[in-house]
């Protein structure tokens, strides 16, 4: 096995302290930004508090040292707290494993599918799925996501990973809304959301540098969390009925240990994958954007370590699946993170909160949680993409709707898996009836033409096809198709000639086409000739017995095929 | 909802009393065929073996009426009594539903799955299933049938779906073998393989006509099993432990009423589904062979309306699962059938035996019928593909392998899957890194051709790089590495032409990543243009925002962006 690379040494072997300050400050903002993050995401995947802390200490060393990216922020983010919810869910309910071990569990499947996948080099799999797909996928889940925190603003119980479930269960409770977890979800919802479009700007009209409005902007949440904290402290709201946050385990996190047992894992390995892959993509793209503004390479097999390993320390350290999200990731880079020792230097603050704020933390109300979610899942959804979809390309268009709809009705897995499985069957689909063009000659030159767009010369004992795209097992039914018809259409034909200079690839399938093509020709006494064949697509023409069987001949170009068989 | 189509009415029209009495010698042939076959077959499927003459009597009506191929012969058949007998054990074992109910709902979700293919006009997902892996995973079900079968042969109690599952269940039971169904099953294996090669090659000789030794031959197998019948008969071979087919009701079958019930439903619908696909797959490609012999066109939509009516019937009249069968189409076809009316004798000689010849067949050994099976899945396995692959393309030999150890290894399920999505996985894989090449000008000339392979111009302030694959989601990365990486190995570089004569279509991702490919060059300094774009890749751009974005010019000719642009 190669060795294990560890790209914290390129930045390690330069570190200073003028880099140092910058990480320091970056890693102070990210701290502030991430402790109700992180409490709010664990509510989100229906987990004790704690564990969202958790998920936001080791995870981001083990990243730090095994990550590609300089400025990438690893923890846990919406979407894959979705997800979590979900898988674990089903297990939970079947009663063999508890809630929480079985988010560990979640998080140790996927890190192993991240390590195995970048041991195998397999980072080119972020290319199978369309990105307008993921992104259709992402914002179907922030809409379920919004949705599904409405129920901790009103204060009621509403249970639900899918709109119609959620719809349902929202009718049937919100009768029972208690109106000071509304008063202080709805406030809280209203502040963040003014606070997060004009504070910043508001600031600079005041003043302030650019940077100062934007830390200060950056901080509203914390004022909003510290603000409704008290107020629930103050007026006693818990004797009113309004859930808080509550106890929450003082200390570092115990090491855990995932539970194993075939039919649980069975049962998550599915899911597990999934998580993987999605938060691999967008953890990915993420890292490309910050990446391109830095000139900094982000390495598609580097980051399945590194996000493996931060999984795979989660699972350990009693957290959930993580992965690098893009919020925090920006907050990190625009604060002046210039190294992963500011992921580091996070770690630490979120211990130190582990620590010492939990007690502080008791009364927080769920309510503002929610309202944090709502706020942050609003930047997910993403009309954008569609609305260029429509105008640009009704099937990309389509493979979006596909996943928005079914991530909606039928929940995040069946979600996403139709949405991939739609863009690669649209795109078949598309390169299942190749370009092809019958050609003539440009009079008085050696070129060929379609015969449809330019006034050319033709044979009448001949058939030149030009086929403009490579041959493979989508396409090869038309191609026996396309040679019946044509040859239907016309009298007097002798020979075939298949103009191959667009043919990168012709695979077993196409080729049993082509032998098809070429025997069904020979019985109508009509011989097959190939012209202007690649030299790849050659070699491989070579080991096959279709050179044998040719009726035709094999031309390097196709004016000297059409000089020997015209009449 | 467009009209229904017959195609029966095509040869009714004509039909006379030469054509009659052709279709009639061949159904006859066809029927003393088939008897045995579908009595084996549902064995194989583990029901009882009146299902199979059920099978065999309806839906080759159903097929006669709707299907499009005149010589193609409907039933059960191998491949899919194995899939059916998968598929039903799941369900079986978990007590809701008896084994044969199970099984004629299979049949009804198969049927309407068909005919909703056919009624959405998706005859073309034939092409995504590549021949190649179709082939594997035939090869690989048929080793697994005939090692199924060896239990029968045996005498003994083998039950198994995997290659593991039968070698322990047959190691821990071959102990307990009875001798006289062995002697039996081990004889008539000899006599049908010998008759099978050489039989009809003696009768030649021996002076008969090639048409009487061939059909001779075809009824060694009657022969076969009237002697073994006799000999279980007259030995009183039951006292002794061998097993027969024992009571078969007599009669027709009456009206059966599938199960509906969502649970059941739920668990059936991906066999069903896959039962379809395979059914239809193979079906449409034995179609298509004798087809091809006589210039008949199978309509690949049109076959699954008819092997959806055959389906829905065999549901309705006690059957499973059917489709098109190889051998017995051949049959058919060699013995002279001109139209579908030779299946509707062969549907009404399967009735009369159904009605009168069951007590004979109560003494048939079931070991006779596990010998015909054996003999004819023997010519399912086709290593020829498999060496053809090996020799002609590792992908595809890869993708062969996969999907036969896994069917062997882990089931027929598994392994149809995981065939398909190796096939096409693989495919991507392959166009993920388009073909493209860095162009100059041809001494003298207007043509761009490879600089690595010609001696051509070139200038210091462009880089032209001509794609040859249509630019989506899986190769749009690719196009981002190349732009950054030929841009690095160059210095002075003001203008990078994307050059697409041969780029058929851009899909949204793929345009996306031609925004950031131009925001990225804009940003040092550095121009995209694009030239020989194609005129409906032209058509979409002008509804993107790129042609806005734009660093450079879209130029019709590229040896006019060079004229303009070089320096």
Tied chains: 1, 2.
């Excluded at 097999?301 to 996000?307: D, H, I, S, W």
């Amino acid at each position: 096995m190669r060795v294990i690379k560890l790209p914290c040494w390129d930045w390690l072997r330069h570190y200073n302290r003028q880099t140092m300050g910058s990480d320091l400050v970056a890693a102070l903002i990210v701290t502030i930004m991430l402790i109700p993050q992180s409490l709010a995401y664990a509510l989100l995947a229906g987990l004790p508090p704690e564990m969202g802390l958790y998920a936001s200490i080791l995870p981001l060393m083990a990243y730090a040292i095994f990550g590609s990216s300089r400025t990438l922020s690893v923890g846990p983010v919406a979407v894959v707290s979705l997800m979590t919810a979900t898988a674990v869910g089903k297990v939970a309910q079947q009663g063999s494993i508890d809630y929480a071990t079985a988010a560990t569990t979640l998080a140790l499947l996927s890190g192993l599918i991240l390590v195995l996948l970048g041991l195998m080099r397999f980072g080119f799999v972020t290319n199978f799925l369309s990105h307008p797909v993921v992104s259709g996928f992402i914002t179907a889940s922030g809409i379920i996501i919004a949705i599904s925190q409405l129920s901790h603003i009103f204060g009621i119980e509403a249970p639900g990973k899918t709109l119609p479930e959620l719809a349902q269960s929202l009718a049937t409770t919100i009768g029972t809304t208690n109106v000071y977890t509304l008063g202080i979800g709805a406030s809280c919802l209203l502040l963040l959301q003014l606070s997060r479009r004009h504070l910043s700007g508001l600031l600079k009209q005041c003043g302030l540098s650019l940077f100062a409005s934007e830390t200060l902007a950056r901080a509203a949440p914390v004022a909003v969390i510290t603000l409704s904290t008290l107020v629930a402290y103050g007026a006693d709201l818990q004797a009113r009925g309004v859930a808080l946050v509550g106890t929450i385990p003082q200390g570092m996190p115990a090491f855990s240990q995932p539970y194993i047992e075939w039919t649980v894992i069975e049962e998550l390995l599915l899911p597990a994958l999934l998580i993987a892959l999605i938060g691999f993509v967008e953890s990915v793209s993420v890292g490309r954007t910050l990446g391109a503004k830095r000139r900094e390479r982000i390495d598609a097999n580097q980051e399945l370590m590194g996000l493996g390993a931060a999984n795979l320390s989660s699972a350990f350290s009693g957290g959930f699946p993580v992965t690098g999200g893009f919020s925090r990731s920006v907050v990190n880079f625009d604060a002046g993170a210039q190294t992963q020792a500011a992921s580091i230097f996070t770690a630490a603050g979120i211990a130190l909160a582990a620590l010492f704020l939990t007690p502080i933390l008791y009364y927080l109300p769920k309510a503002t949680l929610a309202a944090t979610i709502v706020v942050a899942v609003s930047s997910l959804i993403d009309w954008k993409t569609i609305k260029e979809a429509w105008n640009y390309d009704r099937a990309d268009f389509m493979a979006i709707a596909i996943t928005i709809l079914l991530t909606l009705f039928l929940g995040v897995e069946i979600g996403v898996i139709s949405g991939v499985s739609a863009s690669i069957a649209l795109h078949l689909h598309r390169t299942m009836r190749p370009h092809f063009a019958i050609v003539g000659t440009v009079p008085g030159t050696e070129h060929y033409r379609n015969i449809d767009r330019h006034d050319v010369r033709t044979h009448a004992n001949l058939l030149s096809i030009r086929v403009d795209e490579s041959l493979y097992f989508a396409n090869a039914a038309f191609l026996e198709e396309l040679v019946d018809t044509e040859l239907a259409q016309r009298e007097g034909i002798e020979h075939v000639i298949l103009m191959c200079p667009a043919v990168n690839m012709i695979d077993l399938s196409a080729l049993e086409a082509l032998q098809e093509v070429n025997s069904s020709l020979l019985e109508r006494d009509v011989k097959l000739h190939l012209s202007e064949v690649k030299g790849p697509v050659m070699d491989a023409l070579k080991r096959s017995p279709l050179l044998r069987q040719l009726g035709g001949k094999v031309y390097l170009n196709h004016h000297a095929a059409v000089l020997e068989l015209a009449v």
